[in-house]
């Protein structure tokens, strides 16, 4: 079964399409047949305008166009979008989605910051966890940041802050918001110690990629408080040449490991691990598990 999801973000939208097969024992594979990533930056006009610009709209249509051409050259049977933090702020995301339903087809729908928590969870991220441990799941967008605890196999904690790479940019956090950020995780992991935290987001992948470490090795914390360190002493277009990043990586990268390493630090958390998931990941597991059902049903 071929599926694809669509997950239209602060910073980039993305189009992941995978092969799900089901394997003699009963687990499912998925194979990653494609994945683009557009970096249309939509929270760049949302957190400081409040809705997003002409320029900006025709070039999402225009990626959600190219998307469905792609779709129909996989012959993609299923397919789940999203719109997450910018397009939930926009005053104009309810109207640009009906436009993309009317030119496209393709119906986008706008998230909550605790519908994208439970969508990332659906990654089952905590099937191949140590149920007598404790993580904390961090996962840091452009507009928001979705935070998860697991404890002894199960969710203790779950909640999305308005705090992202691109609203720190624009400086769009107050110093409320990191209080209420930093005494919430403080509290909701205080009798969850020891802990570990799972990151997932294009700035903690590059990050790691950047570590050289080996698959499945965690970053520690004093590591990513020394990239961030080192990161912020370079100007972006030093970023881009030493690093080779892109521009649209360059400037977030710095807010991202400050949220990450405040996290970690307010949780007591002394490293990382990077298992490469994000949102994508869990609209098609999410969409293969209802179809499956209805097969079966």
């Known amino acids: 079964m071929i599926l694809a999801a669509i997950d239209i973000g602060s910073n980039a939208a993305r189009l992941l399409i ?31 305008k409040g809705y997003i610009s002409e320029e900006r709209r025709k070039k999402l249509v225009d990626t959600i166009k190219i998307y469905k051409l792609l779709m129909d050259i996989y012959d993609v049977e299923g397919l789940q979008a999203c719109a997450t933090s910018a397009m939930r702020d926009a005053d104009n995301g309810k109207e640009i989605m009906k436009q993309i339903k009317a030119e496209t087809g393709i119906k986008i729908n706008i998230i909550t910051g605790m519908q994208e928590a439970t969508i990332l969870y659906e990654t089952h991220i905590a099937d191949n966890l140590n149920e007598e441990k404790s993580y904390l799941y961090i996962d840091v ?89 080192e990161l912020s002493s370079y100007t972006l277009e030093e970023r881009m040449h030493i690093y080779s990043f892109r521009r649209d990586r360059a400037d977030v990268i710095v807010p991202a490991l400050q949220i990450y390493s405040s996290i970690m630090k307010w949780a007591g958390a002394p490293r990382i691990y990077v298992p490469k998931i994000g949102l994508a990941d869990g609209l098609i597991k999410m969409q293969y598990a209802k179809l499956n059902e209805t097969k079966k049903g």
């Not at 092969?19 to 998925?30: L, Q, R």
């Not at 992948?205 to 950047?210: D, Y």
């Open 141 to 229: 967008g452009g507009g928001s940041t979705e935070v998860t605890l697991f404890a002894k196999g199960k969710t203790k904690f779950k909640h999305s802050f308005n705090v992202g790479t691109i609203r720190l940019l624009n400086n769009e956090v107050s110093d409320k918001q990191w209080d209420e950020m930093r005494l919430m995780i403080k509290e909701a992991t205080k009798k969850h110690q020891p802990l570990e935290a799972i990151g997932t987001g294009g700035n903690i992948n590059k990050t790691f990629s950047i570590s050289k470490r080996k698959e499945g090795r965690a970053l520690t914390l004093d590591l990513l408080k020394d990239y961030l360190k």
């Open 18 to 48: 995978e092969e799900a097969k089901e394997y003699k024992d009963g687990t499912v594979d998925y194979t990653k047949l494609t994945l683009l990533r557009i970096p249309l930056r939509l929270g760049f006009d949302v957190f400081s």
